[in-house]
């Protein structure tokens, strides 16, 4: 396809995001989510984030397979995400579970910095690729299990957890900077919630849910 025709589509996932956004006011508590995270979705070419075998279905507004049991996810979700940790332009953001690298795309348009892990290595080789290609230079990748989180660079001013746990997983509340947020997908894999989770400045910790979700489940047990 042509990058016109790959535009057309995408104006049309974002009139998509836009419909759904307002259908769902009353429980998001917003019509319309921020100019910002809409113009990072229009900016970011997904069908450069999906294999080449589904890039024609790159712009649907539906989750896709990316290989290894694990799902690119429907850009409604990746937007209200996003939306809701109110990126800042110096902010560090924390990414657990890069897949092939769209969300991270998404977030080094609005953040300072993104780190982002991927547990599994060829799919985190692939994003770095993908990433570097459309030239994000300000994401940092690790291969590695992200249920630990990054110490080394944290504390960080936002977390996003894109697979879900029974719970949020304690080392990611622990390097959230106080006034900091977190949004994440957690619950039993047939009642998943999408948490927002706020640290208060002096340290105390609240949790909303916000949707009903559906994510592949974040690898605990595997060393870090």
């Known amino acids: 396809m ?8 995408r104006r049309g996932m974002l009139a998509e995001i836009a419909a759904d956004t307002f259908q769902l006011r009353d429980r998001l508590g917003k019509a319309a989510f921020d100019n910002r995270v809409m113009a990072a979705l ?9 294999p080449a075998e589904l890039q024609l279905f790159a712009y649907a507004n539906i989750p896709l397979p ?6 690119i996810s429907q850009p409604f979700i990746v937007a209200l995400m996003t939306d809701l940790l109110e990126i800042g332009a110096n902010d560090a953001v924390l990414e657990i579970g890069t897949g092939l690298g769209y969300q991270a795309a998404i977030l080094a348009q609005l953040a300072g910095k993104v780190y982002s892990i991927e547990i599994i290595e060829e799919l985190g080789r692939q994003a770095e690729h993908r990433l570097r290609r459309q030239g994000y230079n300000n994401v940092e990748l690790r291969i590695g299990n992200g ?3 990054w110490s080394e660079h944290a504390p ?4 996003i957890v894109t697979a879900a746990s029974d719970l949020i997983c304690p080392p990611l509340i622990h ?3 106080a006034g900091g947020k977190m949004v994440a997908p957690a619950g039993l894999p047939d009642a998943q919630q999408l948490l927002l989770v706020e640290k208060g400045a002096e340290g105390r910790v609240t949790t909303r849910e916000v949707l009903q979700v559906r994510f ?3 690898e605990e047990s595997e060393p870090g």
């Open 175 to 177: 390097q959230l900077k």
């Open 2 to 9: 042509s990058a016109k025709e790959f535009e057309s589509l």
């Open 216 to 218: 592949s489940l974040l």
């Open 156 to 159: 960080f001013d936002k977390v």
């Open 66 to 71: 990316i290989g290894f049991g694990k799902t």
């Open 147 to 149: 249920y630990h989180g």
């Open 42 to 50: 229009d900016e970011v070419p997904r069908h450069e984030f999906v």
